[in-house]
């Protein structure tokens, strides 16, 4: 049956990072499609099968409810206010969403298929309605590390993490490279000059990041040339949210019984669009390393082994390698001094394709009968 999906905040960042991956796998053929607008109903909509048709009432929630799955990347705040709503007003239909709002509720099942698509299929055998995409470095981590876990090696993972600007949105990528070109602009023709002492350079640097005409409204500290060892707000026991969120949304997603402690820092560094990890994995035994890789490589058709080489390295296991692309990469992997179950690898994956937009968009096939 011809199912009918209502889109909204397609036009924000993971928004449109979805358009574009539904335009580029032809998902949307056969589907009756509706897009949504808090600010701008009425006007042209984006253009579907050649078809553009006006933007609907985002908060209308009758105008919502005619659709069989809705699909949002508005954010947590729309979704707190209209879902209840929604439901409070009967409508049974799957609401797929990318915002955190609704992901440790117990009618939701965090989205990410590679990982965890028994989980997804008891739920839509149980009649769960609410699908939600996780957060991006988990569901980063697992794409890339579910292999060792599914064995059952795993004991603790320690996660650090260099997390792109874009996981923070997309007027804090805008700061961030407004701040790369304001300290061009300060010390980059002297940066340029090989006769200029180096240290006259760090200097005019340091004293750009340190005065108040550094543009730092979003991010509230300097982010190029520095980083930010704290993402999302305080929780009580010292840990930031996000670093709360690796450890709770990693076992949800994995249904586990038994938790996986999983536990770290976050870091905001500046890159663009991929977070990357550093990780440490403790095993139950000492497995060998060739296994470790086959384990690893074996999970899922995303997983890029990148050799523990300097080439390799450099050239596949950075974010400019990976920005755009849905590879997620892996390597680094070696034994570590600590002992013969002590595992590190550092992984790097796009934030928001796999980050956020992709498993939404599995979610949405997984529905309408193609997943
Ligand atoms: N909270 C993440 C970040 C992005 O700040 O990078 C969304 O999961």
Not at 254 to 280: I, N, Y
Request: glycine residues 10%; hydrophobic residues 45%; charged residues 20%.
């Amino acid at each position: 049956m011809n199912k009918s999906v209502g889109f909204i905040g397609w036009r924000g960042m993971v928004g449109a990072v979805l358009l574009q991956r539904l335009q580029a796998e032809n998902d949307l053929a056969g589907v009756t499609t509706r897009f949504f607008s808090t600010s701008q109903v009425g006007e042209p909509g984006p253009v579907i099968d050649g078809v553009q048709a006006p933007l609907a009432d985002a908060r209308d929630v009758q105008a919502l409810a005619e659709h069989d799955i809705l699909v949002t990347c508005q954010g947590g705040d729309y979704t707190k206010d209209v879902h209840p709503r929604l439901r409070a007003a009967g409508w049974n239909g799957y609401w797929i969403d990318a915002a955190s709002t609704l992901r440790m509720e117990d009618r939701s099942v965090i989205v990410l298929d590679p990982v965890n698509r028994s989980l997804i299929d008891e739920a839509l055998e149980k009649g769960l309605k609410d699908f939600i995409g996780g957060n991006c470095t988990v569901s980063l981590m697992l794409l890339a590390i579910h292999g060792l876990i599914d064995q059952g090696w795993v004991e603790w993972i320690s996660t650090m993490t260099y997390q792109s600007a874009s996981g923070a949105g997309a007027a804090q990528m805008k700061e961030l490279v407004v701040q790369m070109a304001q300290i061009g602009q300060a010390a980059g023709v002297a940066a340029a000059d090989l006769r200029q002492p180096v240290l006259e350079v760090e200097q005019q640097v340091t004293e750009l990041l340190r005065s108040a005409d550094l543009a730092t409204d979003k991010f509230g500290a300097p982010l190029a040339a520095s980083l930010i060892p704290w993402i999302d707000r305080a929780m009580d026991n010292g840990q930031t949210r996000e670093e709360w969120k690796g450890g709770v949304e990693t076992n949800k997603i994995l249904g586990r019984a038994t938790p996986l402690p999983v536990d770290g820092q976050c870091v905001r560094v500046g890159a663009m669009r991929c977070h990357s990890q550093g990780l440490t994995l403790k095993l139950k035994q000492d497995i060998p390393l060739d296994e470790v890789e086959a384990a690893l490589r074996a999970a899922n058709e995303w997983v890029h082994w990148v050799p523990n080489t300097k080439e390799d390295t450099v050239r596949a296991l950075t974010p400019a390698a990976v920005s755009g692309r849905l590879d997620i990469a892996i390597g680094r992997v070696r034994k570590m001094a600590l002992g013969p179950e002590y595992v590190t690898a550092f992984t790097v994956g796009d934030q928001l394709l796999w980050g956020a937009a992709e498993p939404v968009r599995r979610m949405l096939n997984i529905l309408l009968g193609r997943g």
